[in-house]
């Protein structure tokens, strides 16, 4: 198994472009998050999926849009990039028990700067 | 605002001392708590996990949850080098398996 992959590695955007991060996962894990983490900082939830066709906000929504038509794949979507987007984005995923813990794996990261 | 505290450190033992890492959470009503290992460049990695109030032990790694004063700690006995890293706390504070991460402690751990 892979795992969690996500591509790019790293990518510049130049103020206004636009672009997607892709995040596939062969687990076959209900729930799928994206997080992005600033330096010095902990991981703040973007958006996230319980399955495919649902999709919720978390903490820090704004500038961002994801989808989930698959339960492999949770592209995120950076429209109108601007600096503040500037961070290290993870996507990760879990099985989704309702046991009180759910284990979340993380894929490598993308390293995105905008300029 | 859900807030996870954690202090950022950087906390330094020497090899084979004992780490202690803290982390307070705001939501009474939290389910469950993780630690999670970050090594510098690279995503985490869970450690260990807790739910009920009391300690418990993985190996070296002995995490400790007390509800009352909604606060965990990670004990890290035998301390190694490949222990340097930054160690997030992240609380279950909602429905959905949605996590709150703290910032994170830097450990480092001098030969």
């Known amino acids: 198994n892979a795992g969690v992959t996500q591509t790019p590695k790293f990518r510049i955007l130049k103020i206004g472009q636009s672009m997607t991060l892709q995040c596939t996962q062969d687990m076959n894990h209900n729930y799928m998050y994206w997080y992005r983490q600033d330096p010095g900082m902990g991981l703040k939830l973007i958006y996230y999926?319980?399955?495919?066709?649902?999709?919720d906000k978390g903490e820090v929504p704004n500038g961002y849009n994801v989808s989930r038509s698959t339960t492999e794949d949770f592209p995120l979507r950076l429209e109108l990039a601007a600096p503040s987007q500037t961070s290290v984005y993870f996507c990760?995923?879990?099985?989704?028990?309702?046991?009180?813990?759910?284990?979340?794996?993380f894929g490598p990261g993308t390293r995105l700067t905008v300029l | 605002q859900k807030e996870v505290e954690q202090n950022s450190g950087p906390l330094s033992v020497p090899e084979g001392a004992i780490a202690s890492l803290n982390c307070t959470y705001s939501d009474r009503g939290s389910q469950s708590f993780f630690w999670y290992r970050q090594y510098s460049g690279k995503s985490p990695e869970l450690i260990m996990f807790?739910?009920?109030?009391g300690d418990k032990e993985d190996g070296r790694f002995t995490a400790q949850l007390n509800r009352a004063s909604q606060y965990i700690s990670l004990l890290i006995r035998d301390s190694k080098l490949s222990d340097s890293a930054t160690y997030l706390c992240?609380?279950?504070?909602?429905?959905?398996?949605?996590?709150?991460f703290g910032a994170g402690t830097i450990l480092r751990v001098k030969s």
């Open positions: 807790i739910y009920s109030n």
């Open positions: 990760a995923s879990s099985y989704g028990g309702t046991g009180g813990w759910d284990e979340q794996f």
């Open positions: 992240a609380v279950n504070m909602e429905y959905g398996n949605k996590l709150v």
């Open positions: 999926s319980v399955g495919a066709g649902i999709t």
